[in-house]
């Protein structure tokens, strides 16, 4: 029988250690977790102490009590993870989890009640979290009843077939989350028709065959995330958000940002910013002949267009005529979650390691790094769900194409993503006007006057639905927010054909948003289903008159280098 915890000795992070690595597996279940900063000491009010060890040593009488008389309450195994009949069916095993159950829970608990500043609070929450999903019993052949079955019933093929599945994705450097046998870049995802019509060493430029007889003059260019590729918005064609702007009569423009290596090891923010955007919104005018044209960033993408947009504005230029932000963050006050890894000695080793710092040699920050990191911030059920049924079952993972969107990452260059750390994450430079130069520009934000339409997801663990609302005190002019359901993928990839979700909206496009986000959040209406036609009908007032669609992609000046996705999209991290 497990031993039970000393919750009386409870004082300190020492103490939280100590506790998590008696739990069973503990030591081989942490390998391969994403590094976290150093937590300092932070200690728990006695009088809150007190009581977690009183409730703590209740719990464990009672459920020991019902252990002895071989009658675990199976309302005590609600957890998904031991819903199977095989847990609760033989007294053992429904004791194994409901053990762990309880102390995980009490775990959290003291990591609640800890006192301490909230990014240490943060952290150390985080880390519990780390634990307590790592240690559970379902982990190991030898605590898992399913896979024990499972191997019995399949004469050990389960477990040769684990094996195998174990050793590609130790040289893949990530946990596989999906059949990626099933899909093709450019076939059956990526598949919406268009060309390549310009490329430079950062990013091909996808001009999109348009799907109606006349199209807004006004093009749509759209900055996706460098961070994975860019067909999150072009998935499944039921799924697409390139081709549901298509059908609404705009022209679309995609960039495709390639996947570093060594020969761009070198690039900055800058480059991202001037070669990447700025020169983007260039070309797309040239190619339409349109004086201004629409633009969307998704998540980093909508940071980068934004400091492009500002940069042209300091400049004296005003290529835009709306601005659509994704699930982006001009404001990083609150970054969530992933503010656990990222403090000055993080991002000084990251400088002195990768950043191109005093003559050393520039390098990359690899693409399964996010992936890993990503997957970590949910890890129930983007890490150890897999782990069980890829290795312990020796299953294959099912089709799904976000998530083959998910492993296909990308490397960035190590300057750029160090800057970013830096002037985003760490020091929050981008709210305040002319605290940062970008392309020898001092960056201020608040010169965007252009309407903006901005996207928050409710459940978001990447950005903060909160925070993605910060970029509108950072802008000026016409503001729309919309909010969606679910998180940070999810929530924005929801076409109206699944009528799925919900979203809420203000039913005005003409507002100064309110500053506090509580306060549009009691005025807002919750909408069932997408909220796409919102966009695209906002879209609509900014894309100009109705003109007969192009033949051809690309121009005289800017012809046709080959056909969409390209060959940018198809370079692998691995």
């Not at 609640?112 to 943060?122: F, G, L, M």
């Not at 697409?240 to 060594?262: C, I, P, T």
């Not at 520009?441 to 965007?448: A, E, F, G, K």
């Amino acid at each position: 029988m497990p031993q039970m915890p000393d919750f009386t000795k409870m004082n300190g992070m020492a103490e939280f250690a100590k506790l998590a690595s008696s739990m069973p597996g503990f030591g081989a279940a942490m390998q391969g977790l994403p590094t976290l900063p150093k937590i300092p000491t932070a200690a728990i009010a006695p009088e809150r102490l007190h009581e977690l060890q009183s409730n703590y040593s209740r719990d464990a009488a009672e459920l020991l009590k019902q252990a002895s008389a071989q009658s675990i309450d199976p309302s005590s195994l609600k957890d998904r993870r031991f819903t199977d009949t095989a847990w609760q069916s033989t007294p053992a095993y429904a004791f194994t989890a409901a053990w762990y159950l309880l102390n995980a829970r009490y775990l959290q608990e003291l990591a609640d009640a800890v006192q301490s500043d909230p990014k240490t609070r943060e952290r150390i929450r985080f880390t519990v979290q780390q634990w307590a999903a790592a240690a559970a019993p379902s982990n190991f052949l030898a605590f898992n009843p399913e896979a024990q079955k499972t191997l019995i019933e399949s004469k050990g093929e389960s477990l040769r077939q684990g094996m195998m599945n174990l050793l590609a994705d130790m040289q893949r450097g990530k946990i596989s989350q999906s059949d990626e046998s099933r899909f093709f870049v450019g076939k059956n995802i990526a598949s919406t028709q268009g060309s390549v019509v310009f490329e430079n060493e950062l990013l091909q430029l996808i001009q999109y065959k348009p799907l109606t007889p006349k199209v807004y003059a006004r093009p749509l260019l759209i900055v996706p995330p460098c961070i994975n590729k860019f067909y999150i918005l072009d998935l499944s064609p039921e799924g697409s958000l390139v081709r549901y702007a298509l059908e609404q009569g705009h022209q679309v423009f995609m960039l495709s940002w390639r996947n570093a290596d060594q020969s761009i090891a070198h690039k900055t923010w800058d480059d991202y910013v001037e070669e990447g955007a700025l020169e983007s919104i260039r070309v797309v005018r040239e190619i339409s002949g349109a004086d201004k044209i629409n633009t969307l960033g998704f998540c980093i993408g909508g940071t980068i267009l934004a400091n492009a947009l500002a940069v042209a504005s300091a400049r004296g230029e005003d290529p835009a005529a709306s601005m659509t932000l994704l699930t982006s963050m001009l404001d990083f006050s609150d970054t969530g979650v992933l503010d656990v890894f990222i403090d000055e000695a993080h991002v000084q080793m990251r400088e002195q390691s990768i950043g191109g710092k005093n003559g050393a040699p520039a390098g990359l920050i690899r693409g399964v790094e996010f992936a890993n990191t990503f997957s970590y911030l949910r890890p129930n059920d983007l890490v150890w769900n897999y782990v069980v049924d890829n290795y312990l079952k020796g299953r294959t993972p099912q089709a799904f194409d976000l998530l083959f969107w998910n492993s296909d990452s990308t490397n960035l260059p190590g300057p750029m993503a160090v800057w970013y750390l830096r002037n985003t994450y760490l020091e929050n430079k981008m709210r305040v006007p002319n605290a940062v130069t970008v392309c020898g520009t001092p960056l201020d934000l608040s010169r965007l006057t252009l309407p903006t339409f901005i996207y928050g997801s409710r459940e978001d663990h990447i950005v903060p639905w909160k925070s993605a609302y910060a970029s509108a005190p950072v802008l000026n002019g016409q503001q729309k927010f919309v909010l969606g359901a679910s998180g940070h993928i999810a929530g924005v990839i929801n076409p109206p054909s699944k009528n799925k979700r919900s979203f809420w909206t203000i039913d005005s496009d003409t507002e100064r948003l309110p500053e506090n986000p509580d306060a549009w959040i009691e005025a807002a209406t919750e909408h069932p289903g997408s909220w796409w036609p919102t966009w695209t009908d906002w879209l609509a007032k900014s894309a100009g008159e109705q003109v007969k669609a192009a033949t051809a992609q690309g121009s005289k000046t800017y012809p046709v280098i080959e056909a969409a996705p390209g060959r940018y999209v198809l370079e692998r991290d691995f």
